[in-house]
């Protein structure tokens, strides 16, 4: 049994009691409450990382109190002592894939690229129905719920009709998930379809389901008139707006200029998300530094998915990548544009492995974007910014807000970035949940396994 073992009284029931002793991300902190400035940071090693040392006080479901751990508690107040473990806010995952999920046995990629992946994708499509789609997309929501994570963003692929099936879908999901996982759905489709009479069908689908409009953006004839009529019809529909943009190692792909340019112009209001950005990081110094300038004046946040983004780039059989195809994490945050890291596609054609895991997802994207030395903000990118992305109030511990926590036994970044985390702690609404993973198993009749 780990140090962060739950006391008895929390495995029967408690609505009111402290998590001692614990090491809270500072970054994670709600910077309008008064008290963060009164925590004393951690005096044992390692100081250089930016920790907090306090107890939480839990009631009926909230954070009602923080302290430093210095301060003595009560003898008599029912406590868990977590004996210096890492307690984060609950995840949010903004860019996810989950109608594709789960389906690498039934259309695997044959080689590993992305033009392989599209095609595959494609053969796939005959198969989502209502009846393949639920269970899937129900697979990877119950692996995110697991693994700690409260807001989940989804693409759904929306060609040749597909979106009347996959929204349903999405709606009684998120129907059913309510109060455990706050949903979204982006259509997704590629940019000529806004030449088509029928986006204007598909725009009042996705305004039907409150969702948000999207799109793939590659360089192709009409780009600029088809991102312009995306932003015409979201206006038109009060709908924000989320990219697929420029997700190849092409340098002369420079949708996210396009995108942060028509956003400027029609001085669109509605929120505005990217995701990939993969031609930034090859393009010149110069050309780099003026597209960051105008995302931080358009107010444009960006998404990265290097696990996928590091699966599908520069890979040629026999040949050892030369690029990485992850954009640039810190030149985006030096330039104040809000950025995210998220799970992408999870076993399907364009990535082969993955769990809806957000800790997985931090961990790898330290270690391939270098986002330490310091650590700095970059926990945000896994909690509070994917949530404001999404228009969320959550990803941050304070007082007043529910008790939607991930408790480790890895007491620094360190310790946290070095082992799996198999052994964390969910607690909701202050109560642990079950984080027993789904088995592979239950979908071995959908994709094929005898």
């Not at 389906?103 to 990629?109: A, L, V």
Request: negative net charge; proline residues 6%; hydrophobic residues 40%.
């Amino acid at each position: 049994m780990n140090s962060t073992a739950l006391p008895e009284f929390l495995q029967r029931s408690a609505a009111h009691y402290w998590l001692q002793n614990a090491r809270l991300p500072l970054t994670c902190i709600d910077g309008s409450v008064q008290w963060k400035t009164a925590i004393a940071p951690l005096s044992a090693p390692p100081i250089s990382e930016e920790l907090v040392a306090a107890h939480l006080e839990i009631q009926d479901g909230r954070i009602v109190a923080i302290i430093p751990a210095s301060q003595p508690l009560a003898p008599d107040q029912p406590a868990w002592d977590v004996r210096q473990g890492m307690v984060w806010p609950c995840f949010a995952d903004c860019h996810t894939h989950l109608d594709k999920g789960h389906t690498w046995f039934r259309n695997p990629n044959p080689d590993g690229t992305f033009d392989a992946a599209l095609k595959a994708a494609e053969a796939d499509h005959s198969n989502w129905s209502a009846e393949d789609l639920y269970p899937r997309m129900s697979f990877g929501l119950r692996c995110s719920y697991a693994h700690g994570t409260q807001a989940v963003r989804t693409h759904l692929d929306c060609l040749d009709g597909q979106e009347k099936v996959s929204f349903a879908v999405f709606d009684r999901l998120r129907q059913e998930w309510a109060g455990k996982i706050a949903l979204q759905a982006v259509c997704l489709v590629s940019m000529d379809y806004y030449d088509r009479p029928a986006a204007e069908s598909l725009a009042d689908t996705v305004a039907q389901y409150d969702g948000i409009l999207g799109g793939v953006i590659y360089p192709q004839p009409g780009l600029d008139a088809q991102i312009d009529r995306a932003f015409e019809l979201a206006e038109a529909r009060g709908l924000d707006l989320d990219f697929h943009v420029d997700e190849s190692l092409n340098p002369q792909a420079e949708g996210l200029r396009v995108v942060a340019e028509t956003k400027l112009r029609r001085g669109f209001q509605g929120k505005v998300n990217c995701g990939h950005c993969c031609s930034l990081s090859i393009q010149g110094g110069d050309r780099a530094q003026d597209t960051l300038a105008l995302l931080r004046q358009a107010g444009i946040s960006v998404v990265s998915l290097p696990m996928c983004n590091l699966y599908l780039q520069d890979r040629q059989p026999g040949r050892m990548p030369r690029y990485r195809g992850v954009t640039l994490l810190p030149e985006l945050r030096q330039f104040e544009v809000a950025v995210a890291l998220a799970s992408d596609n999870c076993r399907d054609a364009f990535f082969a492995y993955g769990d809806h895991d957000m800790v997985e997802v931090f961990t790898q994207s330290v270690r391939i974007g270098h986002l330490d030395r310091p650590i700095g903000d970059w926990p945000q990118a896994v909690t509070r910014t994917p949530a404001q992305t999404m228009g969320l109030d959550a990803g941050l511990l304070g007082v007043g807000r529910p008790a939607d926590l991930v408790v480790f036994k890895a007491r620094s970044f360190s310790e946290l970035l070095s082992r799996h985390q198999g052994d964390r702690i969910v607690l909701r609404d202050g109560h642990p949940i079950d984080t027993t993973l789904p088995d592979y198993a239950e979908l071995d009749a959908l994709v094929g396994i005898a």
